[in-house]
């Protein structure tokens, strides 16, 4: 079961991003990574072909799931959920709101 959801605003626990907050973008299941917004962002270089000129592109790259924490709308802190499975929710611990 993965805590974290598309659209969910999470906070960068390591790396070089450490500390910043993005929105979830993507989910990568099978590797258990996620891509975040203006998050972990690569430069990549792109050939030449056709008549096109060579550039270079910015794009985000994966994070593992475990780097990332979700962040309370209501608290505005970093937190761990837990799940109420009767109604299948996500609830924050510190403050009791549905995430």
Do not use: F, W
């Not at 626990?13 to 907050?21: E, F, V």
């Amino acid at each position: 079961m993965l805590n974290v959801k598309k659209n969910d605003k999470v906070k960068i626990l390591s790396g070089k991003d450490k500390g910043k907050i993005g929105t979830v973008i993507n989910i990568l299941c099978k590797t258990r990574q996620v891509i975040v917004s203006k998050i972990n962002v690569i430069t990549k270089h792109v050939k030449a072909s056709n008549g096109h000129t060579g550039k270079l592109i910015k794009k985000e790259a994966p994070i593992n799931i475990s780097k990332v924490m979700i962040v309370c709308p209501q608290c505005k802190k970093s937190v761990r959920t837990k799940y109420n499975l009767t109604k299948k929710t996500r609830i924050c611990r510190i403050c009791g709101v549905n995430l």
